[in-house]
């Protein structure tokens, strides 16, 4: 699955994209994120997780906190933190459970999902990933 960071990905705001390369990268994603909503788990680095494939060393770590606050630039021009309330992470994987159901879509057309829009920096999954 890629990530990739879009400054200028849309008209109103700057992406954060996850776009699946292989079938079964979405129930990947669904499953480490799954681990934010109990509370013994409050941060993964999206960006080190094995099938991630993070593109111009774009970094994403998820993390559980008792605000929304979206995904927020770090330090570098490609380093992100997506904080959001447990709540709000139960949410996001309500949004990316259908990616996970491989044969129930028809692979022909594009799908997309904003998973969250809560700062200026929009997360989106996408079916179609871009010719890098």
């Known amino acids: 699955m890629y990530l990739e960071f879009l400054p200028e990905g849309s008209i109103d705001h700057p992406l954060l994209i996850f776009s699946p390369s292989v079938p079964g990268e979405a129930e990947q994603l669904y499953q480490a994120l ?15 997780l094995p099938f991630i ?11 559980a906190g008792e605000q929304n606050l979206g ?8 380093h992100f933190n997506w904080k959001l309330t447990r709540q ?16 129930r879509h028809d692979d022909r ?19 179609r990933h871009r010719r890098w």
């Open 53 to 63: 494939s993070p593109v111009d060393g774009c970094k994403l770590s998820a993390q």
């Open 34 to 48: 799954r681990g934010i909503i109990s509370v013994s788990e409050t941060l993964v680095d999206i960006h080190a």
């Open 71 to 78: 995904a927020v630039l770090l330090d570098t021009k490609n």
């Open 88 to 103: 709000s992470w139960k949410d996001v994987l309500g949004l990316l459970y259908p990616f996970t159901l491989q044969d």
């Open 109 to 127: 057309y594009t799908r997309y999902q904003w998973l969250d829009e809560t700062s200026n920096i929009s997360v989106l999954i996408s079916t």
